[in-house]
């Protein structure tokens, strides 16, 4: 299914590639830019690890507190903070994509001109996607590889690539589907400044109850059934399992996690790129996906 233009006005015997070759275009813009301000990326990486840190030393200063709390994970607190906080970075990033891109295109003026190509603003949102994804990856990966070798946090030895490449992919695209159900509200809610409500109750959520600063043990008894409604619960558990003990999936709790973030993916997608789809649609019925000058 495709949205953007009405499906009459394209092309006759247009290929499916020509989408991959659109959105990788737009990736490559991306990287052109950074080229030229390559100061972003400085920028970024030392703010991912100024954010590392300060909860590395928040962990330190709590450790002992905390410990009793995450028996199931070795007691490690350090490594069970930062290894959360550096995931937690990189969902943010992905949740946050499709309506930051909006938005940045819809006041540039350039949203109009992307929705006139073929495959409409999916190239764009795709393009930035598959840019956003790689440069996170090698964002994060070097914070979380300088945490290990000069800040004492403790990855197995055994880590399982398999099981930690289905749970990293689960949880980005559980965030990009969660990213897309939002951006659709650019146009049903005219959201176009500011803070869109459907993202941020999705982060604020996630950093209350999913365990990214401290165990879900600590959570009054009467409000910790939320936590299983946040996939970011499930994510971060595993992540933590594969990465700080070496489990895999013959281990219970990793399996039935995998099997959660799995759904929660392919329904936040299914989800999101019908409710886009049809906030596109709408858009077009009215005065255009554009600016009106």
Known sequence: MRYGRPQADRPV???????????LSFARLEYRALRFYPSN??????QSFVTAGMWFFVSLFLKDYAAASLTGFGGDFVSYMVIGVVFFQNSSAILNLPFQSLNTAFWDRRL?????SVYGVWAFIGGRF???????????????????LFAGVHVSANVRAAPLAMYYLGFVFTCFG????GASNFFNLEVKQGREPFTWLADILARIFSGVYYPLAILPAGIRFISRVVPHTYALEGLRRILMEGQGL???????????IIAFAVISMLLGVFLFGRSLMRAQRGNGVGMIV
């Open 13 to 23: 015997g247009v290929s499916d590639n020509m989408f991959i070759k659109s959105a």
């Open 41 to 46: 990326f400085v920028l970024a990486v030392i």
């Open 112 to 116: 109009e001109v992307y929705n006139s």
């Open 130 to 148: 598959i840019w956003t994804f790689f440069y996170q990856l090698v964002i994060q990966a070097g914070v979380l590889t300088a945490a290990v």
């Open 178 to 181: 969660l990213g897309l159900i």
């Open 250 to 260: 013959g281990n219970a709790v990793v399996r039935n996690d995998l099997l959660v």
